[in-house]
């Protein structure tokens, strides 16, 4: 199974990213999610998105992020708002049992 993750980058505090999870056309799964891990923690729960489009969310987000999904394109995609310090870390997509590679996320201050 084919995930890419993109968009991650750097960022001021305060800024906004986008990370794109894709999944390999051929395979389809019912709920994608994106976790967070920074060096010397567990990786942990970010969003999670299920088919129809209902997600939920880590109670640190506090409505700074979105998850939406795309069907079509096989797509989820976390718009990241309002961005501190402390969302710095690598940023991982999975689809069903599925992981794909992190991206960087760094928020300057």
């Known amino acids: 199974v084919q995930l890419q993750a993109s968009g991650g980058g750097l960022v001021q505090v305060g800024g906004s990213l986008r990370l794109v999870c894709t999944v390999g056309?051929?395979?389809?799964?019912?709920?994608m999610e994106w976790y967070r891990q920074t060096p010397g923690k567990q990786r942990e729960f970010v969003a999670g998105?299920?088919?129809?489009?209902?997600?939920n969310y880590a109670n640190f987000v506090q409505g700074r992020f979105t998850l939406l999904r795309d069907i079509a394109r096989n797509t989820a995609t976390l718009e990241m708002g309002s961005l501190r310090p402390e969302d710095t870390a690598v940023y991982f997509c999975?689809?069903?049992?599925?992981w794909g590679q992190g991206t960087l996320v760094t928020v300057s201050s």
């Open positions: 998105i299920n088919t129809i489009g209902v997600a």
């Open positions: 999975k689809a069903g049992p599925h």
């Open positions: 056309m051929d395979t389809f799964f019912e709920r």
